[in-house]
């Protein structure tokens, strides 16, 4: 897939997933809004409430975590980048470097090199 078409799709996965969260805070709102039906419901949406907070506690805390895992993941590949860089780019020096002793070698007129 090329990088166009993954960024579109990208595009497309970042607004499902905006619309939905709306969607499920709008129906969460609209829900909360309306007073419960005498003192059962009052307790169980209360303990419905207090679950739900532990829930958004614990994936928020596993996306600090993973947000922190994916940083040390981001700079590990841009340190493997600059090496990598730097391999290229010596190897070019060194492809450059023989062309030319190479072709002084077999009497080849070149023009001279400017250090």
Known sequence: M???ARSRVLELRV????????????RLE???SHPPAGPRRAALRLRRVKR???M????QTAVKTREALLKVYE?????????LND???????AA????IVEGASTGASHKPLKL
């Open 2 to 4: 090329s990088v166009p």
């Open 30 to 32: 609209d829900m909360l």
């Open 87 to 93: 391999a290229a780019e010596k190897a070019s020096r």
């Open 75 to 83: 700079d590990h590949l841009a340190g493997v980048q600059k090496i």
């Open 15 to 26: 607004e499902m997933l905006r619309a939905r969260s709306q969607a499920r805070q709008k």
């Open 96 to 99: 450059t470097t023989s062309e």
């Open 52 to 54: 739900a907070l532990r």
């Open 56 to 59: 958004v506690d614990r994936r």
